[in-house]
C-alpha cells in the first residue's frame, strides 16, 4: 500500500462527524447569507423603482472613488441584479469567505489543538483525512449556499443566469478561502493564529481589489491589484453585468492548487507541529507578570496589536476619502444617496457618520472578542489554575473585561484620530482631528453594552458564549436591512447603535450616552455576579 | 479541629449524582489518601473544596471555613494541582510557576529552584511544547514551591515516569514532616500504601471506608490455602470471617492409604486466623501456604462491590477509630 492509498482512509467517516458537529451551524449561516442576499435584492428593487433611479444610484457609485474602493463598481447600471448585489458581492464575499476559514480551522488545527485528532489519528484514520474531510465541508457547504442563494435571487425576481453567476462567485471566494486557511493550519502552531494568519490574508485581498477597482480600475475594469485577489475574482464575476463564467475557473483553479500545497504541507509536517518551532521562553517570570491583569494583557496584547494596526489603517483610508466626498458635491443623485444612507446634513459630515458608525461596530466585536477569549480560559481549564489561588473571581474576569473597555476605546480613538489627521492636512482645519476622533469616540457607549452582554452570557450560560457573536450579526442585519425592510422604530432601537447621535454634524446631548454607560455597567455587573455564584466548569 | 471536615456532601449536575452524602474528615499535618473508582466523584469533592464548583447540600469546611465563601483568603493558605494540567500554550514553565505563585502570595525561590532540580524539569520550554508528565511536573513546582498549609493533588503522578514518582513521594514525605497536610486523590495504590497515614474510599459519590492505613489492613483478608489429612471440620464455612471456603477431596497421598486428603482453601479475616488454625490443626494439616493480605486486594474488593467490602460494623468500628 502506498502512502496515499491510506492518507486518505477514514476521509468518509471523519465528514460525517464534521456534518454532525455542524449540523446546526452550517444550515444557519448558510440560510442567513442567502437570505441576506435576497431580502436586499428585494430592498433594492422597492427603493428603485424605475430604470432611471438604479441608472442613477448605479452612477452614483461609479462617480465616487471612496464607495468604488468599499463596494466595488457597477458593471451595468441599467441592471436591478448589478445594482442591488452590489454591496453583496464584495462584502458578501468577504462574510463566506470567512465562514470557510473558520470551518477550515475547526475541522482541522483546533481538532489538533484540543488533542482530539491524536485519538482519531490512532484509529484507522490516514494523515490527509482531516484536511480531505475539511475540505470535503467547506465544497459542500459553500455549494449549497451557491445553489441556495442562486434560488432565493430567482425567487425574488432576479434572472436565472446572474443569479446563479452570483451564488457560484461566492462559492468562489469560499472555496479560495478554505484553500488559504488549509496553507495557514498546516503552517500555524495553532487554531487561534491559524485564523487570524488568514483573516490577514483576506483582509489584505480585499485591499488590494479596493486599490485595484478605485486607483488602477477605470469603467471597463479594474487594475492588476484586483486580479490577483480572489475577492476580485468573485466581483469580475460580473453577475447580472454579463456574467463573466471563465472567471471562475479561475477561483476553482486557485482553489485546487492552493489545496494541493495544503496537502503537501500536511503530509511532511507531524501532528500539532507548525512550520516553525516554538521557541523557548525565560525561564522566570518578569517582575510585573504578577496578577491576573498582567495575565489577561499578556494572553490578548498580540490581538489588540492587530486590531490596532488595522483601525489606524482603516482612519487613514476614511480620512483620505472623507477629503474627496466633496468632489462630488455637485451631484444631486449623490447627495441623495449619502443622505440616505443616513447622515444629515453636510456630505463630508454625514459620510464619516457611516465610516466611524462602521468602525465603531468593528470596534464591539474586538470587545466581543477579548470576552470570547476569557470564555476559552474556563472552557480549556485554565481558569481553574487561576482560580485556585487568591484571585476572586471578579478579579480574573476583571482582568480582561477592563481590556475589552479600554481597548475598544483606544481603537475608536485610533481610527478617529487617523481620520481627522488625515482629513486635517488635506483641509488644513487641524481642528477636525479633535472633532472626528471624538465623534469616533461617541461609538464607545454603545460598543460596551455588547462587550457586557457577552459578559452577561459568559456569566449566566458559558455553554452559549457563542451567542455573542449571533448578538452581533443580528445587530449587523439590523442596522443593514431594517431600514430597507421598514421595519418598526421599536425593532430597529434594540441596536445599540441605533441609540448613537449621527456624529460628527448634528447636536448631540449625553443623555444617549450616559444611558449607554450606565446599561454596559449594570449587564456587565449582572455578567459578574451570575459568574460569582455559579459552578466553574 | 481537622483541616477539612465534609460531611453529607451532595452535588448533582443534570440528572448525574456525582457526591451522594459524602463524608471526609482530613487531620492537620496528615497525608490523606482519597480514592475511588473513575467517575466515583474525587475530583468534584476537590473542587468543592476549591469553591469553584458550589455544593447543593451538605457541609464543607476547609482551614475553619466555608470554601465558596472564602475562596481568595482560604487559597493563600492552600496549593492546589488539577487532574489535567492545561497550561497556556504562549507562557514558558518558568512563568507559568512564577505567576501562579505570586498570585497565591508569593513562592520560595529556593524550594522552586531545587524542586526544579528534582523534577528535571526544563523551565525554558513554552506550555504548548511539554508532554503531558511535564505539565503535571509545572503543576507540582508551582504548588509544592509555595509555602502553604494545605496541599489539594488531584492524581499527580499519573503522568510522572516510576523515577519521578519516587522524588513525588519524598516531596510528600518532605512537605509532612514540615507540617502541612496533604490530601491526595490517587489511583496508584503503591503511591498511596507508602506516603498515605490514614485513606477515605469513595464508590458513586458516599463514603465506602475510611481510616487508618493500619486498620484498613486488618479489614483484609489472609488467603489459606491446606492440605488436610482428613475431611475439614465442621462449621468452618460457617465461621465468622472465613470467605469462600473451597473443598476438594484428594486420592489417598500414600498408595492403599485409606485416609482421605482434602484441599482446602478459603479466605480468613485477621481477627479470625487464629480459631481456623486451631480448629484445622486437630484434623492434621500436611501442607500449609498462606498468601499475606494485600491492599490491592482490599481496594478491588471496596471498587468492585459494596456488598463483598467489609460488614457495617467493622465499618463504623474503623470510622470511631478514625
Ligand atoms: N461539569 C460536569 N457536568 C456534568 N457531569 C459532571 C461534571 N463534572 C463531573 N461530572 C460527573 O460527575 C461524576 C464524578 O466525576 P469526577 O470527575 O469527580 O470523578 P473522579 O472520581 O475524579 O474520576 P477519575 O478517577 O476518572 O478522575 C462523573 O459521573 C462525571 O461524569
Ligand atoms: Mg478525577
Known amino acids: 500500500m502506498t502512502a496515499s492509498e491510506n492518507g486518505f482512509s477514514g476521509t468518509v467517516g471523519l465528514f460525517r462527524l464534521a456534518m454532525r458537529r455542524d449540523r446546526i451551524l452550517l444550515p444557519a449561516w448558510i440560510s442567513v447569507f442567502a437570505l441576506t442576499a435576497a431580502v436586499s435584492a428585494q430592498a433594492t428593487a422597492d427603493l428603485y423603482p424605475t430604470l432611471g433611479s438604479r441608472i442613477a444610484a448605479g452612477n452614483t457609485i461609479n462617480s465616487s472613488a471612496p464607495l468604488i474602493a468599499i463596494y466595488g463598481r457597477v458593471y451595468d447600471t441599467s441592471s436591478l441584479g448589478a445594482v442591488s448585489m452590489i454591496k453583496m458581492g464584495g462584502f458578501g464575499g468577504v462574510c463566506v469567505a470567512l465562514l470557510s476559514i473558520i470551518l477550515m480551522t475547526r475541522h482541522t488545527r483546533a481538532e489538533e489543538d484540543s488533542g482530539r485528532m491524536e485519538l482519531l489519528s490512532a484509529t484507522a484514520v490516514g494523515r490527509l483525512a482531516p484536511l480531505g474531510s475539511a475540505s470535503a465541508v467547506i465544497v459542500f457547504a459553500n455549494l449549497v449556499l451557491a445553489l441556495l442563494t442562486a434560488l432565493l435571487l430567482v425567487a425574488v425576481g432576479l434572472p436565472a443566469s446572474g443569479s446563479l453567476a452570483f451564488g457560484l462567485s461566492w462559492a468562489g471566494a469560499g472555496l479560495a478561502f478554505g484553500a488559504i486557511a488549509a496553507v495557514c493550519a498546516q503552517l500555524s502552531s495553532s487554531a487561534r493564529t491559524a485564523t487570524a494568519l488568514a483573516s490577514v490574508v483576506l483582509a489584505a485581498c480585499y485591499a488590494l481589489r479596493a486599490v485595484g477597482d478605485s486607483v488602477f480600475g477605470s469603467d471597463h475594469g479594474p487594475g492588476w491589484p484586483s486580479w490577483i485577489s480572489p475577492i476580485g475574482w468573485a466581483q469580475q464575476v460580473r453577475p447580472f453585468a454579463g456574467d463573466q463564467w471563465p472567471v471562475l475557473l479561475l477561483s476553482l483553479c486557485f482553489s485546487i492548487s492552493i489545496g494541493a500545497v495544503a496537502l503537501v504541507l500536511a503530509s511532511r509536517r507531524d501532528l500539532g507541529a507548525g512550520l516553525f518551532q516554538t521557541r523557548s521562553g525565560p525561564a522566570g517570570a518578569a517582575a510585573r507578570l504578577r496578577s491576573p491583569m498582567a495575565l489577561a494583557w499578556r494572553l490578548q496584547r498580540g490581538a489588540f496589536v492587530g486590531w490596532l494596526i488595522t483601525f489606524v489603517l482603516l482612519g487613514l483610508m476614511i480620512g483620505g476619502i472623507a477629503s474627496s466626498v466633496g468632489d462630488f458635491l455637485n451631484n444631486p443623485t449623490a447627495r441623495e444617496f449619502i443622505t440616505k444612507l443616513g447622515g444629515e446634513k453636510g456630505l463630508v459630515d454625514a459620510f464619516l457618520a457611516i465610516e466611524l458608525s462602521f468602525g465603531g461596530i468593528l470596534a464591539s466585536a474586538f470587545g466581543i472578542q477579548v470576552v470570547m477569549r476569557l470564555a476559552a480560559e474556563e472552557r480549556e481549564h485554565r481558569a481553574e489554575a487561576v482560580l485556585a489561588t487568591a484571585v476572586s473571581r471578579t478579579r480574573w474576569a476583571l482582568g480582561h473585561i477592563l481590556i475589552a473597555a479600554f481597548g475598544t476605546a483606544a481603537l475608536l480613538l485610533a481610527v478617529g484620530i487617523a481620520a481627522g489627521a488625515t482629513s486635517a492636512i488635506q483641509s488644513g482645519e487641524p481642528n477636525e482631528v479633535s472633532r472626528v476622533a471624538l465623534a469616533s469616540l461617541a461609538q464607545l457607549p454603545a460598543a460596551w453594552v455588547l462587550t457586557a452582554i457577552t459578559v452577561a452570557v459568559l456569566g449566566i450560560a458559558p455553554r452559549l458564549i457563542v451567542l455573542g457573536w449571533v448578538m452581533f450579526s443580528g445587530f449587523i442585519l439590523l442596522a443593514e436591512l431594517g431600514p430597507l425592510l421598514n421595519l418598526p422604530q421599536w425593532v430597529l432601537d434594540v441596536s445599540p447603535f441605533a441609540h448613537v447621535p449621527r456624529l460628527p454634524g448634528v447636536a448631540a446631548t449625553p443623555t444617549p450616552f450616559a444611558l449607554l454607560t450606565a446599561a454596559a455597567f449594570a449587564i456587565c455587573a449582572v455578567g459578574l455576579a451570575s459568574l460569582n455564584r455559579r459552578d466553574i466548569t | ?322
Open chain 2, 1 to 322: 479541629m481537622p483541616a477539612i471536615l465534609v460531611r453529607e456532601l451532595v452535588k448533582t449536575f443534570g440528572s448525574t449524582r456525582a457526591l451522594d452524602g459524602l463524608d471526609l474528615t482530613v487531620q492537620t499535618g496528615e497525608i490523606h489518601g482519597f480514592l475511588g473508582p473513575n467517575g466515583s466523584g474525587k475530583s468534584t469533592a476537590l473542587r468543592i473544596l476549591l469553591g469553584l464548583v458550589r455544593a447543593d447540600s451538605g457541609t464543607v469546611e476547609l482551614l475553619g471555613a466555608n470554601p465558596f465563601k472564602h475562596a481568595v483568603e482560604l487559597h493563600r493558605r492552600l496549593a492546589y494541582v488539577p487532574g489535567d494540567v492545561a497550561l497556556w500554550p504562549n507562557l514558558s514553565g518558568g512563568e507559568i510557576i512564577d505567576l501562579l505563585g505570586r498570585m497565591r502570595g508569593g513562592l520560595n525561590q529556593q524550594r522552586r529552584s531545587s524542586l526544579l532540580e528534582r523534577f528535571q524539569l526544563d523551565p525554558t520550554k513554552k506550555g504548548r511544547s511539554y508532554s503531558k508528565g511535564n505539565r503535571q511536573k509545572v503543576a507540582l513546582v508551582a504548588a509544592l514551591a509555595s509555602d502553604v498549609e494545605l496541599l489539594l493533588l488531584d492524581e499527580p503522578t499519573s503522568g510522572l515516569d516510576p523515577l519521578m514518582e519516587a522524588s513525588f513521594r519524598q516531596c510528600l514525605m518532605d512537605e509532612s514532616a514540615n507540617g502541612r497536610t496533604v490530601l491526595l486523590s490517587s489511583h496508584i495504590l503503591a503511591e498511596v500504601e507508602a506516603v498515605c497515614e490514614r485513606v477515605t474510599i469513595i464508590r458513586s459519590g458516599r463514603t465506602v471506608q475510611t481510616g487508618a492505613l493500619a486498620d484498613l489492613q486488618q479489614l483484609s483478608r489472609t488467603f489459606l490455602s491446606l492440605q488436610l489429612a482428613g475431611p475439614p471440620p465442621e462449621g468452618l464455612g460457617q465461621m465468622a470471617g472465613v470467605h469462600d471456603l473451597q473443598v476438594e477431596s484428594l486420592p489417598p497421598a500414600v498408595a492403599g492409604s485409606t485416609d482421605a486428603v482434602t484441599q482446602v482453601s478459603c479466605q480468613v479475616e485477621q481477627s479470625a486466623l487464629d480459631g481456623v488454625l486451631r480448629q484445622v490443626a486437630q484434623v492434621g494439616v500436611i501442607s500449609l501456604n498462606s498468601q499475606p493480605p494485600t491492599l490491592e486486594e482490599l481496594f478491588l474488593r471496596f471498587y468492585a462491590d459494596p456488598t463483598t467490602g467489609p460488614t457495617t460494623e467493622t465499618q463504623t468500628q474503623t470510622q470511631t477509630q478514625a
